[in-house]
């Protein structure tokens, strides 16, 4: 269906048993573009946040997450 796997790179995709969640890094600004002014608030306080909880997890607050449930 042509979301086997994400072009090298792009993000983290994770599924089990039909349920899954997909990170495509710091895509937030093209797909949410309401939300620019608050990712440009957010770069300020970019560097403190890497070093309190680590770059990956830093890297998620400016991406697009999305996430299925298969019952």
Known sequence: AGNAVLPPGAGLQMTSYGS???VLWDGSSGVHSD???????????????????????ARIYRSHLNCTVFP
């Open 20 to 22: 899954g969640m997909g």
């Open 35 to 57: 939300l620019v002014p608050d990712l440009m608030a957010f770069g300020g306080a970019q560097e403190r946040l890497n070093k309190e909880i680590g770059d990956v997890r």
